[in-house]
């Protein structure tokens, strides 16, 4: 079981000038062979086809909280895409031409099937698919795998950090790239605990420390590149018996976040975008209907709800607008 | 972000006549176009993608949390396979022959690739894939889609009663009838609250009550088809503005829960398989390696994991032996 | 355009005992590479995508013309699979077991996605997709890979025709394969006109004459394996200009049939399949609500629709009663 | 069975400026999840499948007679992309350079693979698949399903429509908005009829009338929007059952058809595009092939078939020049 | 470029009896996620994408190389199955029944598409496709892969090795165990070479020494779990660069062959089997034609090609008759 | 079994400036249903799949070394994709914006999933699978579809050659397309005779002789149209009885080459693109410690590798400056 807290795991920028051919590059990092959809299923079906639990419980915990952290990962790079696209699809709904200004953007499904949103693709468009997942149950095939996914995402994030310069992309794959780094430093260590082989060896790969990219600089500072999350309320406590030690590029020493859960940042409520009927029908009306059920229910008159950019009257403003 | 709760949300039997035919009908309801990681996913993907949440609060929450309570499911329907292949692999590893009785299963990946285990496919054997989620952004449209995904769901969970026998099938779809059909009323009234169509008339679809289903009452009883639960520490308040008024068959009142989400049971440590080399290397090498860990990082000496199945004695047992 | 006539091209047999697992090889006919979906989709996109028209207009009749019969091809494997299928699913609704006798079926997704009903997939279960459609829009290619496509299809008929037994499959692929054997020469005499090259001394590929299989015979007999039909009110008269001379096996004289299209004949009205919902809600109660409907509309009281098995009360019964 | 009619059901533009971007972008109008190719096909597939046809024939009717129509509209996508495509193509065959203007296009494939022409795939370049037809037997289900993708179809056509500039598009687009209203009402009525749910509240979806668009115009001052058409010589007479009662945006009175299906218009006849060989070899060899092959069997000098830009001395010529 | 020698690399057993069932399941081995199709085309693909050859030229030499021996895996994983499918098609071609004994293997397309032969297909009958190769351009991770590869294909041989008791199958998985544990350790090594990282500490993984096979031993006892050949007349040299050091289980020095290749064997010359069509027309027809042929072209009376059940008289005879 | 040679079949020229887009478009020829891997992979699996060898032997000799000419295709239009992506990533490593200029690329992953370099995919970014191979074992129908597959395998050549006028993409296109002539002849005569059909009578198809193509003129020079190659030291002699007669279009003899295989050309070795860390870690580390390997095992100090641009020194330099 899962619950949800309505909170990003990082601070993103709110939407500037729309990217939408950087957001289709961007899509890699979610749907893509090596993106957060494979680490969030791979994880999470490992920890669910785990047999022997008790007996092999600091692994079993350590594959089953890194999955929990994945989600946010999905979460945080499919609110990148979002602001991203936001602004592109701004014209007048029903309006020949209000979406021409993408006609030759790379992924066309971000508009047409979608409301200038994130699709469970990757960079070419293709699905994510559960082929993806792999879960042999042997401990050390699967913690080999999950070290060399890691591997992978990293390289991957690294590309798309070189491709696209918008600054939730930016923003988005500095924190990708230092928690990823986390991941496969968990993973290394399962394996030498398990085996006595040193795959902290192969560090950093690719060769770039996270320390030279600027945008991993905040997350280093407050220690991100060092910690484990549990991400439960009451489980998952014996992931301390195999996440310590030495950091392999830093020295620092290996620990367990005190807070079960990052303290997060409320999303943006990204704004409208008419011409693709996000939200449809007219946002005023929605509100308003919303409005008289939460009177109904005896709930407050305001929303409810905590987002990045509240305004203190209740009502819904574009976040551009607000921003600047 | 999301915490993990390491229970399932309903109990399951202990594995005891293995069923790998029957457990690969089941993968429908996890893989399928129609199965548990399509309700998870949409609705996820619906509430990452959704534009001017707070005038559209009470929406978004109903959204959002259903998607946490799926993840419950996807946690299910895994839990149902794994129970139903376990025994069917505890022949002597290396050996010809030990995997003989699975040759001609329907899903022999289930053994290769897996660990007697759950895959991301449905029942054909096919990936779980990207497709199936639908996100429009234009909230008519994700209702009613969402309406018709959980009549389709409905369907398939119906269908894998009738084809299914195995202890856990049952109990699985029973369980997952009920839940079912709160999220199918969820999405009429939610339509409803802002239309006025009365898709509340298409009920039950197919035309089986669910009081008619033995595996469901224990359910019905404790008033599950009835309310929604939260599955959030503080958000998601405003699902009580849509989910209320009578149950369209039994004419009861909609509620929301007052526990945050259902208490849960702790899933059974299922056995190892060794022909399929899960959990492997060997489980009281890996067992002991666990221990060591645990006391190196000043860890009870014994597993602190809760699981249905726990020994008094630190060590993992054979669940089938402990329940005959 | 199209018209539909309610009529299959050619008489199957009613439902007799059920073969599940036969129905699931007769799907490679319908969604396989060179199933009856690829001969469709080809010509018809084949169609669509020529050029040139009129300068070509004998090649362009001939493949619009030969796409036109081969809707009846999809049609007629459907009704072959659901004839199969029939009486596979006829336990109570929504009793566990009820499905249990095709647990172990090749493709449950004939009972779980469908009401036990054809797929758009192969005998593998594997979707048709539209890659099997090639159209380079160069005449002799393109023609080039139709006499291809109907070679692979022949082969397939025949494998299906040794692999099947049940009545339904052998009724089909009777007649497909007589049919089809037309469509190889029509694309041969085609390709001989333009070129000169002599493909019909490929023929038969496989190398079984039609006359060696008793199924065939009563087509044979019709003249079946002689004559293209327009299968237009007006359009397609230009098919006369390639399709002619004698057939390479028989020497018999090809001709186009005076008729726009064969006769055919009424489908059966295949009974409900209570046990996957096919048709839910109550046949009855539809029944009565379509009496009323057509009533209010000032149609007659009956239904109007032809069917093999039609009744003289106007009430649907099922079919095996009705021919045992 | 079908007749073909070689007529498309509505006049689409000559071919002018080529725009191949656009033309991938309405690709997703007919190979994607929500295009023609997936309304075609799952009506068709429902009707072949439906059993107690005669219980439930002004259903049936209603489904296999709008399934005839989608033929139609699969044809007038195709028209559309291949009108779009023309002149991108017409350099010199076999030269370096000739194709160099689509080099950078979204679809490549539409060249390499084909004469600058139609794909059965969608707007990202994924071919249809399958697994995109519903069909589950049970008639709420299904009719549910159809409404939701009538829905999910209008969407994608708003969005084409706002993203494309194209004339063919726009003329496209305009027509198919009308003709899926009027499908999108036929299968809520229909459910209505069956269950008293009235979906029609959920109109518009997405919330643009088709009055406010220009395109929509002349098909809406013939009433398209009001009418079905049977598409049948005799039958599917009891469409009229399901299908009347007040338009729910306009309240006037839906009717059937006098016609059986619509006039129509003859197609262009669209010019050679040489430098991807479609046709080929070359397009007057073929034409006095065809010519001496129609004076062999008797037939007239001249082509009989009719296209929009017959010239008067049987010899094909480009329609651009033609219209210029 | 490359050379082809008509051999195997190692002995299979002649034809026995038929197994269909268990040739599906060793499909997996051939166009599974970790068959031979993978490691053939990863370290194909890796090989031409390698940059900078002259500065990593030990390690393009490995990877190269590796990549030559991986199509003799194919081969051999293709042999073994076509062994197996042999005799279950042998029916009268044409005949209503001569295929009904494999109505309900797993794997139709064997015997549909095919001519009971093997496909490009993993155990569940999905297509190998692109996705699965990996080639980042990073050596460390390519390496990785390669390493994780071999891991996942050695899991895949021990579970068919388990699940399949047909002699053709056993020998074909003792014979890859024995060259797949080479090249995991070549893998490993090679990353030992470049990181220091010591892989090799992960061995065997899964936990069954090759020596506990008996099906391995033939091979250990030649010595071909030490060495690495070539494959090629004089390129690869710098393997020796790379491959040396003690084995990781037995502690005996890892050695590169003297000769070129392994000698390997004649494959046997499996015998028709008619109710496929494989081989069609008549063999006898073809037999004939292929004699007059050779004498046309001034070759020797009788096939020159070598085969392990070559007849004495120029006469194909079926396999089984000559070995019982 | 196979020998590799490190050659490639004809010289390419020397990276100059890179070409992203038009390297998206040259993947068809690679991954595409019409590419060399489909060409590659039929023959090969069809000579696997070959029954009745000895029989059949001059048929099986020529499926069998036309397959082996294959694998230099696929590695020549690698070869050829990955000089038109060199240089496109040489900017610093882990630096915003160092991959900017490819960011609006048709097909990011030749980035992000790779190293500047060759996917398994085709132009649409889809990647090649197993479903393109054709193998019924009927002899007829394999020639038949090789024929058919060759056809389109010009076809797509030809388009290539329009649109991609970088240098390597027309050297490539212009060999290949002179020997995939040969192939399309050799399947034809092979054909011829079997059966009796001429399909030479097609050629050439499309309409575009070789000798038109400039690039084509230096192999038609060496006679390259008119040969086969055995590419086997000692096997596929009979090939000679196939091939042979004149060449449909000029008329020379065909003729089996002296040589086993064509002399070939060293490739090139391409360029370090540092940007997307092919290869990583360092070049210079690599160099290094590949030099200290080489020394270790006994060695040359230089590399042996052969290289078209070998340096003097042993050290890697680019290539392009070392051709400026």
Redesign the interface.
Known sequence: ?????????TQLPPPSDPDP??A??VQ?LL????GE?STF?NY??QS??????????????LV??I??EE??H??LV??AI?TMLTGAAE?E????????S???T????Q?????????????????????Y?????????DL??N??LE??AR??K????????HPAA?ALTGYLLVRGGVHQVAYARA?E??????????FP????PTE??P?CQPHIERGEHLKLYR????????I???F?GPHPETGEELRIAEE???E?VP?F?????P??????????E??E??AS??Q????PKN???V?AN??GNG??KKVKDAVT
């Open positions: 079981m899962i619950l949800r807290i309505d909170r990003l795991q051919v950087g289709s590059a890699e749907g893509g062979k090596f959809m299923m999470t079906y669910f086809n785990f047999r022997n639990r008790q007996g092999a419980r600091p692994f079993y915990d089953a909280s999955a929990a989600f946010g999905i979460e499919s609110a979002n014209g709904p029903g309006t020949a031409g209000a979406l021409d993408v006609k030759g790379r992924n066309t499904q508009f047409i099937a979608g409301g200038a949103a994130t699709l469970v693709q990757d960079s070419n468009g293709k699905p994510w698919n559960g082929d997942v792999f879960s042999s149950g042997d401990l050390i095939e080999t795998h070290f060399f591997t992978g390289n991957n690294l590309k798309v950090y070189e491709m696209v310069e930016r394996l605990n398990l085996t006595g082989a040193n795959l902290t060896k192969l790969s690719p060769r770039i030279k990219i945008e991400f439960s309320p009451s489980d998952f406590q014996e301390a018996a195999v310590n079960i859960q990052p997060g999303p409520d990204l704004p409208s975008q011409a693709v009927f996000a939200p449809g029908p007219e946002p005023e929605i509100a209907i919303a059920l939460r109904a229910a005896g709930l929303p409810t709800g987002v509240n305004g009502v819904m």
